[in-house]
């Protein structure tokens, strides 16, 4: 995909948000409401208020938030490429402020995120869902749907090899290639 047809995705994306907010890269000011808002989802497991920060400093072309029109994030998803494969996108994590659920946020964010990206080689996406995450996967199965990706699902990490008990296997989930956009 050519970046001029990665503006006219994004713009696309654009055009869905809920009326007075835009994408943008994330900066180094809003880890602390990205932290807010992934420990207000009560879903997500919460990292460190510091590695939100990090996030945002050292992640941010690989990340996106939704402001509101005051600048403030009201959702966001952070990603990197991965080491060994940069061609591929990892998802860390998606989040929307609970005052903005159930208004597609969360597809226009990775929309817009994945035209931006792909600019950058980007052809493929990974995530890790636990089984019980209806949202999350229904996320990634429309988005697969809506750009015409094949989804293969495995389980990444079994439950017994987190250390602190009682967590769910982490399903993988790779996404791609994905298809030309333009």
């Known amino acids: 995909m050519t970046a001029a047809q990665a503006d006219r995705v994004g713009a696309r994306s654009e055009l869905d948000l809920p009326q007075g907010l835009t994408l943008d890269t994330p900066r180094v000011e809003d880890g602390a409401a990205l ?69 597609g946020l969360a597809a226009t964010l990775l929309d817009g995120l994945t035209a931006r990206v792909a600019a950058t080689g980007i052809r493929g996406i990974e995530t890790t869902i636990t089984p019980d995450n209806t949202a999350s996967n229904r996320l990634f199965t429309s988005f697969a749907e809506r750009h015409g990706a094949p989804v293969e699902h495995e389980v990444l990490f079994d439950g017994g090899l987190f250390p602190d008990g009682g967590h769910e296997p982490e399903v993988l989930y790779r996404i791609g290639p994905l298809a030309d956009r333009g």
């Open 35 to 103: 932290w807010r808002i992934a420990r207000d989802s009560k879903t997500l497991d919460l990292n460190s208020s510091y590695s939100y920060l990090l996030w945002c400093r050292d992640f941010a072309a690989t990340s996106v938030v939704a402001r509101e029109a005051e600048g403030g994030p009201v959702g966001f998803i952070t990603g990197y490429t991965r080491p060994d494969r940069p061609e591929t996108l990892v998802v860390w994590q998606v989040a929307v402020d609970q005052a903005w659920r159930g208004r």
